[in-house]
């Protein structure tokens, strides 16, 4: 059981920065420079960039970014949910 719940953080993670990608791709195309490099230092900028340039053009925030707070509060709770169970 600890292994599935194992796997299910690996995956909310890899969906976390494929969301990500999304959405400095998104920001790229809106005409704000993103590094990918630095991805990792500028993640909330990107992040509130994103938000905004989203805001202002339809007056919410974009779907991808709910999906990127969904996906990191789902790998959280399943990695907290595997620590948690006893080994068996």
Known sequence: ???????????????HVTIFIMIAAALDR?????????AR???FKYLSAYKELTRKETGRPGPLYGLLVLSIILAFLFALVAVLLPRG
């Open 1 to 15: 059981m600890r292994s599935a719940f194992l796997g299910l953080t690996l995956a909310a993670a890899l969906a």
């Open 41 to 43: 230092i500028y993640f």
């Open 30 to 38: 809106r005409g704000y420079k993103t590094n990918m490099f630095l």
